[in-house]
């Protein structure tokens, strides 16, 4: 008795694994898009309860919030500065590293500038969009007046980040 195995041609197994993938990505796709229109029409009943809320969305599958669009923040000034970075290490500051000049500790957001005053609040939109900064440290007199240097948790961060030449936005208290 001949026993006879039957081998799958190798263009067949290629052409069943690219319908299957095929039929997933539609399936996928379907689901997303259903997804989406669902979410879209949340978003419009949340805007209907709430008339200042405004939601954008981007490339039809993302929604985002539009922050006060009735009345946005204007610059008051507009100054280019040289802009680096630093952080709590002792040899890139005082003997009181987490502190800062205005005495308050250091968190996300902080800047240190020389010009100026303390609590001004400052953005950079070319390197961080409309992320706020507030000046509450100060830098040596040797920086200048038109040098910023945003606050980093790590080393490492502020050595990434370098030095960039952008302007920056002083915003109305």
Known sequence: MDIYIEKEDS???VKKIFIILMV???VTSVFGFVLIKNQLAKAESVSGLFPTLELATTQGNSLLPISNPADPI???QKIKMVVTAYSSTPWQTDN???????GKT???GI???NLLPFGTE???PELYGDKIFVVEDRMSWKKGYYH???WFPEYWQAKDFGAKRAYVEILES
């Not at 009181?96 to 205005?102: N, R, Y």
């Open 106 to 108: 250091v968190e996300d």
């Open 122 to 124: 400052v953005r950079i």
């Open 24 to 26: 997933a990505g539609i």
């Open 74 to 76: 204007k610059p008051a």
């Open 111 to 113: 800047v240190a500038n």
């Open 148 to 150: 910023l240097d945003i």
């Open 11 to 13: 263009y067949l197994r």
């Open 96 to 102: 009181s590293p987490f502190v800062t000049a205005s």
